[in-house]
């Protein structure tokens, strides 16, 4: 787990209620959150339950809520805030992301670089 250094996601006060509501409906204790190869931009944000965080994963804590970050994920969501919005037809989850550089027109991939070290 990294300490002393910069949180490397931070939630809303909205997506930590929504979180919080998901997870007490869930059997799984964890929400993992990473990236994964897919879309036209390259890459798409991943949020899956889970049973206990992997090796090298990051757990972080925020507003209440823990969640884990998949290691293959911390560079490229390095200071990056997740929201959650609701409208009349839909809700998401959105993320914030210093690092991303580009996304597809219907905003479900985008292009990620790396945070510097």
């Known amino acids: 787990m990294l300490t002393s250094r910069a949180q490397i996601v931070s939630l809303t006060p909205a997506a930590a209620d929504r979180v919080k509501a998901i997870m007490q409906a869930s059997d799984k204790p964890f929400l993992r959150v990473g990236v994964t190869k897919g879309g036209c931009a390259g890459m798409e ?3 899956d339950y889970a049973d ?3 090796r090298f994963d990051e757990v972080i804590e925020d507003k209440g809520v823990r969640i884990v970050i998949a290691a ?4 490229f969501l390095l200071g990056a805030e997740i929201d959650y919005e609701a409208g009349k037809l839909s809700s998401r989850f959105v993320f914030k ?3 991303q550089t580009d996304a597809c027109g219907c905003g479900e991939s985008v292009s990620i670089t790396p945070a510097a070290m």
Not at 72 to 75: E, G, K, Q, R
Request: aromatic share 8%.
């Open 52 to 54: 206990a965080p992997e």
């Open 97 to 99: 992301n210093p690092n």
């Open 45 to 47: 944000y991943v949020m």
């Open 72 to 75: 293959s994920a911390v560079l």
